[in-house]
């Protein structure tokens, strides 16, 4: 997310949440999912309990130092992550696709390409036949890739070009929305088809970076990311993209943001703090108005963020004070319920870079940071608990 910051201009409070972040200055990637059942602190109440379960075996065959970046999915059993693996090694490094058939996952090559990806920040699943990744290429222009399960494609798109930078993507059927910063400023990337005669327009926002984007439908997105100073975030209407009117929140960044509709979207992010901390930062829209919403957590770092289309949100993170952990917190509008991934004595920490759900699935992806420096990719699966009726931990909820 902050790769050649000196060329792409980004934000200095972009870098520094970069490195907050725990990536890195090339790469993160495949789903090396880590075995056993985990421990969750779940929800209390009419919506069912949702648990922490068996992330399934590991067929990624990583090589070292691996971290995922996104995850999205089209079923359960159609799951798609990206990231990186060798990050620490500038000439290895390799940006990876990977795929979960809801038993195992598998890597998914780049075909045809001699001079690679590298980090691969973000991957947008329109359909089973059309999926979408994007980061950096190894020749200095960013990265953009099309393919199925049998395999990706890098896609040409003649109006990048060296110093632009791409951190988060969506898409729909025969629509690409693609993001990041050009020239210190917001930067967007779209596509009106797909395959063969694909037309590719980019337009340029205010000054600063984005990182996240949702489509609500064909004229109604949101992208949002930072200033420099504050958060930022754009519109998408039948008029274009304008920037939106936003709490005025110093020091605030945005990360992500998923659109459950036109009349309702959530936005996540953070807050540099005087000590040296970041507090989250989430921004619930209500069709008219952002406004600032509190989350049961004081001090974390909060990455991405998804929903069920239905009202409830998921988002993904990192907690300092239980940093062995993963975090995961789920949002009604009205209600908070933390969840958290495996206790462990090991020294480590993790963090979940992104959250996908589909059906009763809750996905989380990202990395654990051992004590030595070194990255394990890492997937964190919750769901609904078993029919036997596993013993569950209930957690604390805010309102």
């Known amino acids: 997310m902050t790769r050649r910051l000196t060329r792409r201009a980004v934000p200095l409070c972009v870098l520094f949440a970069g490195l907050l972040a725990g990536l890195l200055p090339r790469a993160t990637s495949v789903a090396h999912a880590h075995a056993g059942i985990v421990r969750a602190q779940t929800e209390r109440g009419p919506s069912g309990n949702e648990v922490a379960q068996d992330a399934g075996s590991s067929t990624g065959r990583l090589q070292p130092d691996g971290s995922l970046s996104d995850v999205a999915g089209l079923s359960a059993t159609d799951m798609w992550a990206v990231g990186q693996q060798n990050a620490w090694d500038f000439w290895r490094n390799q940006g990876v696709i990977t795929h979960w058939d809801g038993s195992s996952w598998r890597e998914v090559p780049i075909r045809g390409d ?49 110093g632009d930078w791409l951190g988060g993507l969506a898409a729909s059927s025969g629509r690409v929305v693609a993001v990041g910063s050009r020239d210190g400023k917001a930067f967007l990337l779209s596509s009106g088809g797909s395959g063969k005669g694909t037309v590719w327009k980019t337009g340029q926002g205010p000054a600063g970076a984005m990182y996240g984007v949702a489509l609500a439908g064909r004229s109604d997105g949101w992208a949002v990311g930072d200033s420099g100073s504050g958060p930022l975030a754009m519109h998408l209407t039948g008029s274009g993209w304008k920037q939106a009117d936003l709490p005025e929140i110093k020091g605030g960044f945005l990360r992500d943001v998923y659109a459950d509709g036109r009349k309702r979207a959530v936005a996540v992010g953070g807050v540099y703090q005087r000590d040296g901390g970041i507090a989250p930062l989430v921004l619930d829209w209500d069709g008219r108005h952002w406004k600032r919403v509190t989350p049961p957590e004081r001090r974390a770092e909060l990455y991405g963020v998804t929903g069920d289309g239905d009202g409830a949100f998921w988002i993904s993170g990192y907690d300092p004070r239980h940093e062995a952990e993963g975090l995961l917190l789920r949002y009604d509008g009205s209600r908070w319920t933390t969840l ?45 608990p078993p029919a036997d009726g596993g013993t569950v931990k209930a957690a604390s909820e805010a309102e």
């Open 114 to 162: 001699a001079t690679g990806a590298g980090h691969l920040r973000s991957v947008a699943a329109a359909s089973a036949t059309e999926v979408w990744a994007v980061g950096d290429g190894h020749d200095g222009l960013p990265y953009v890739a099309k393919g199925t399960r049998d395999g990706f494609d890098r896609v040409g798109v003649p109006q990048l070009r060296t």
């Open 340 to 384: 958290k991934g495996p206790a462990t004595t090991e020294e480590r920490t993790v963090r979940l870079q992104a959250v996908a759900h589909v059906g009763d699935l809750t996905m989380a992806v990202g990395h654990s940071l051992d004590d030595k420096g070194r990255y394990t990719d890492l997937v964190e699966r919750f769901g609904p």
